[in-house]
């Protein structure tokens, strides 16, 4: 293929194949007493191709969409997270009803808290693309406490530091920096879609409850609209990363997710 109709990249990746070529072909010469000319002109093109490397590396990796990249960069924590604390206990449904309020309550303050700064901010900057209001969960959470626990449920279920802690941050990221809520709308999101149902089968179980009651937090409306908002949510974060700047500080919003996520799931279990 001619070098002008190849696409930008490779364009890049061959310049840098060839210059890396003639380096090692003027290395075998570098223990001669060669001109200074030389000597400058071949020190001039190591620059040139640790300089397109960079670009290259640049380019590959923004051709790797962000919830590839969030997924890959998350994958530890997101094993570790799912079995910090109550998490643990409620995976092996040994999470009794009073510990599985205390969850869903301080569950419902951070997604108050998220939701609203979605959509403060959906109608002014790219996070519209996200489409989050089908995810939303906080009236399903409130709907929860409700059948478990009972109307006061707000009052009378304390907050944890750390939920607490979690909220007053995406609070703040609604003022200051509203993109970075699309790393945390990533993991509660994407988190809720794909094991929704099973937990929703173990709570039931565990719970003793009827089909369909006291789960609406984990009711999307069905495997099909599950997969559908899946792939919509993936898509609206993947706009978000619009260059590589937004992307690296995306991946590093997720990895504080799942840290304030564990802190809140260790300190449920001593309350």
């Known amino acids: 293929m001619p070098f002008s109709t190849m696409p930008a990249q490779c364009q ?22 060669l001109p200074t000319e030389m000597k400058q002109s071949t020190r001039g093109t190591r ?3 640790d300089m397109l490397e960079d670009i290259c590396r640049f380019e590959n990796e923004m051709s790797i969409p962000v919830t590839e990249r969030l997924r890959d960069s998350t994958r530890a924590m997101h094993t570790e ?10 995976l092996h449904g040994q999470l009794g ?14 997604y108050v808290a998220l939701e609203a700064g ?11 693309a996200l489409r989050c209001e089908p995810l939303f969960r906080s009236d399903a959470l409130g709907d929860d406490l409700n059948f478990l626990h009972g109307a006061d449920w707000a009052e009378a279920i304390p907050l944890t530091v750390a939920a607490m802690q979690y909220a007053d941050h995406l609070n703040a990221l609604a003022t200051r920096k509203p993109l970075m809520l699309g790393a945390h709308a990533y993991v509660r999101y994407l988190g809720d879609l794909s094991g929704g149902q099973m937990l929703a089968r173990i709570v039931a179980k565990s719970l003793a409850l009827e089909a369909d009651q006291g789960v609406n937090f984990y009711d999307f409306g069905g495997a099909e609209n599950v997969a559908k908002h899946a792939r ?26 799942f840290s304030r996520h564990r802190m809140l799931f260790e300190e449920l279990v001593y309350i």
């Open 12 to 33: 890049v990746t061959s310049l840098v194949t060839a210059c890396a070529t003639y380096v090692l072909s003027l290395d075998k010469y570098s223990a001669l007493d």
């Open 47 to 49: 620059r040139t191709v």
């Open 81 to 90: 997270v799912e079995r910090a604390g109550v998490m643990r206990l409620l």
């Open 97 to 110: 009803q009073v510990g599985y309020c205390r969850l869903l309550r301080n569950l419902h303050a951070i």
């Open 118 to 128: 979605l959509s403060q901010n959906a109608s002014k900057t790219v996070l519209a």
């Open 232 to 257: 919509a949510f993936r898509a609206g974060l993947d706009i978000l990363a619009d260059d590589e700047t937004n992307a690296q500080a995306l991946v590093e919003e997720a990895g504080d997710a």
